[in-house]
């Protein structure tokens, strides 16, 4: 692995905070391992090894029974790790999966038959090379009548030039993070009010309140400068957030986080049970569990 890549948490303390029964990590992923499942060649950074394994006991420690496995840039548009760890899961993954234009449809068939559910368009430039955005909407289209969504990553200050892009896209579009805002800036600010607008004016586009490892300035273990900005979001689209640890945390710089406090984290931001219930449950269940509704 990269030498100055940090590890995942070894010992994760076991959170005070009791998620509430049928809770879902909605956003993890899985490293190779490499000798199995080997890294892109074109990856920008070289983590790791993550098992299933690891990834499914880490979930039973902290309290969760599913997970939704995030395809990571790492193993580009290979999709094998991520698939493995579907068919293993005993129905309790689904998945998000990085496609390219090349996919033929009995691919994603044999994707959505292990449980892959959507696909993620990164646009975060550090990360991938830019990929042509009609490719994305042509990937789009063919993956809607599958009933998958489109998982976007970005940063806060692109919005201004992805706007158009992502409300024209066909499904479900579900944010990365945040939009990675910069929380050094006003939440009532003009770069947070306007994702808050996205949001507001697009009932198709959703949110992940993740990450505020990867957010805050003011450090762990309470991350409190990111919390007014993911409770603006819980409170004001409770039906439409989702929460995951972003387990084994790819190419974090800085500081490995505790997965428990990061669990703890939550009744921060979802201050009720029945918010709780909303963002850990019942949201991602209907997104990714719609047959048991």
């Known amino acids: 692995m990269d030498p100055d890549w940090l590890p995942f948490h070894p010992h994760p303390s076991k959170p005070a905070f009791k998620?509430?029964?049928?809770?879902?990590?909605?956003h993890c992923h899985v490293f190779g391992p490499e000798a199995q499942f080997p890294f892109a060649p074109e990856r920008k950074y070289t983590p790791c090894d993550a098992s299933k394994e690891q990834l499914f006991a880490l979930r039973d420690f902290l309290g969760f029974w599913r997970n939704v496995v995030v395809q990571a840039t790492c193993h580009g548009t290979d999709n094998r790790a991520l698939v493995?760890?579907?068919?293993?899961?005993?129905?309790?993954?689904?998945?998000?999966?990085?496609v390219s234009r090349d996919v033929t449809d009995v691919?994603?068939?044999?994707?959505?038959?292990?449980?892959?559910r959507g696909t993620r368009f990164n646009?975060?430039?550090?990360?991938?090379?830019?990929?042509?955005?009609?490719?994305?909407?042509?990937i789009a289209g063919r993956i809607a009548p599958l009933g998958w969504h489109v998982v976007v990553y970005f940063e806060a200050q692109d919005l201004p030039e992805l706007w158009d892009f992502f409300t024209s896209l066909p499904t479900t579009v579900v944010v990365d993070h945040m939009g990675r805002p910069d929380v050094t800036?006003?939440?009532?600010?003009?770069?947070?009010?306007?994702?808050?607008?996205?949001?507001?004016e697009h009932p198709n586009v959703w949110s992940k309140v993740s990450c505020p490892e990867r957010l805050s300035k003011?450090?762990?273990?309470?991350?409190d400068d990111v919390v007014p900005f993911a409770r603006r979001i819980v409170e004001a689209f409770p039906e439409r957030v989702l929460w995951g640890t972003d387990w084994p945390h790819p190419n974090l710089k800085g500081h490995m986080p505790d997965d428990g406090k990061l669990v703890d984290f939550l009744p921060k931001i979802a201050v009720t049970p029945e918010l709780q219930r909303k963002l850990l449950v019942d949201n991602p269940m209907r997104l990714y569990w719609p047959e048991e509704n």
Request: negative net charge; glycine residues 8%.
């Open 185 to 200: 800036k006003p939440v009532d600010g003009p770069e947070f009010g306007l994702f808050m607008k996205l949001m507001r």
């Open 123 to 138: 646009f975060v430039k550090r990360l991938v090379d830019f990929t042509p955005r009609e490719v994305l909407a042509e």
């Open 19 to 26: 998620v509430p029964p049928g809770a879902v990590d909605a």
């Open 107 to 116: 691919e994603l068939r044999t994707m959505h038959a292990a449980g892959v």
């Open 218 to 223: 003011s450090g762990p273990p309470e991350y």
């Open 84 to 98: 493995d760890a579907l068919v293993h899961s005993q129905d309790r993954a689904r998945g998000v999966a990085s």
